[in-house]
């Protein structure tokens, strides 16, 4: 996600207080982390969040008693390293349970996703996809209060400046009054809900599709829902078409070869030599497609058209797109 240049400036007039406070804000690590200081630094943040207009009240409320979570930036700093080959991400990812699970709620949801679907052109299977993948449909969004999962990974300094800006949309969504602050919770890094939009995803593209003046990504499915659709849809999402398929290359070719990194038509493609595993026609014979392949797995390829890239926009992982097409693919339409 892009950094605000608006930013820049509130930044420096803290970087300035905190200069004459002997302390630094960006530079603080969990091994410094006294009372002391930590309390100067959080009535600096309080400082700026007044000057981006939010209330005294919100902040007084969301900021009470926190102190730093050493948890938050154990996990942020200890992140493992991906070392699955596709074949076994798909394996675990794309259960046949979770398969299953996946048709179920398609059906059981049918009327308020064709309601969706025909609002924002966005194909059903895939918005139960995204959110089987995010939370496993729901079960598992994160027990992290995110107001101080945020404070800590500002106050830590690694990736400060973009978890500030999370702080402060997360600080509006509070005051705003679409979730009270003891049901905001997410994962550590502060991503929400059943969508897992981080806040400043939220402020951008979450709606309130049950008509009932808040947006809850948390419990209610109309919001959950729309919201997926509507980021698909606002990300560019071109209505009925599919996202792409798995595909064959030629004996012999060398994907590290300009002619494989360029977008091209599916007879373009198919007159290079790629072709579909069983040799039938492709799917979309849209203008533009590209050939990728799995992070990790380089002996499969797929032939992917527009709405690929705008999963892709989603979370910016080919293995983590590629699954959101083949779960929407095995959960099938409506």
Excluded at 214 to 226: H, K, L
């Amino acid at each position: 996600m892009k950094l605000s240049s608006n930013l820049l400036f509130p930044a420096l007039t803290v970087a300035l207080l905190s200069f004459t406070l002997g302390i630094s804000t960006s530079s603080i690590s969990m091994a410094d982390v006294s009372p002391k200081n930590f309390g100067a630094w959080l009535s600096l943040l309080k400082k700026e969040a007044l000057g981006r207009g939010i209330p005294q009240q919100t902040l007084e409320s969301a900021l009470k008693d926190l102190e730093p979570v050493s948890r938050v930036i154990e996990l942020d700093r200890n992140q493992p390293e991906a070392k699955l080959t596709f074949d076994q991400y798909l394996s675990r990812i794309l259960s046949e349970e979770r398969i299953a699970k996946g048709r179920k709620k398609l059906t059981d949801s049918r009327r308020l996703l064709a309601k969706i679907a025909e609002a924002y052109g966005v194909q059903p299977r895939f918005l139960v996809a995204l959110w089987g993948l995010e939370t496993d449909f729901g079960r598992v969004t994160g027990s992290f209060p995110v107001i101080d999962s945020l404070v800590s990974l500002v106050y830590d300094g690694r990736r400060s400046s973009f978890f500030r800006k999370e702080l402060f949309h997360a600080l509006r969504i509070l005051d705003e009054g679409h979730i009270s602050l003891a049901r905001m919770k997410g994962s550590w890094a502060g991503a929400m809900g059943q969508l897992q939009f981080m806040p400043s995803t939220f402020r951008n593209f979450a709606v309130d599709f049950d008509g009932d003046g808040r947006i809850d990504i948390w419990e209610s499915q109309e919001d959950v829902f729309a919201s997926a659709a509507n980021y698909l849809s606002q990300s560019g999402w071109t209505r009925g078409q599919t996202w792409g398929q798995e595909v064959l290359l030629p004996d012999g070719a060398d994907f590290a070869l300009t002619e494989f990194k360029q977008p091209k038509s599916p007879s373009d493609w198919w007159a290079l030599g790629v072709s579909t595993l069983d040799g039938s026609d492709f799917l979309s014979a849209g203008p533009l497609s590209y050939i990728v392949q799995p992070e990790g797995f380089k002996d499969r390829a797929f032939l992917v058209y527009n709405n690929y890239h705008v999963i892709h926009k989603w979370n910016r992982s080919d293995n983590f797109a590629l699954s959101v097409g083949i779960l929407s693919d095995r959960i099938g339409d409506l």
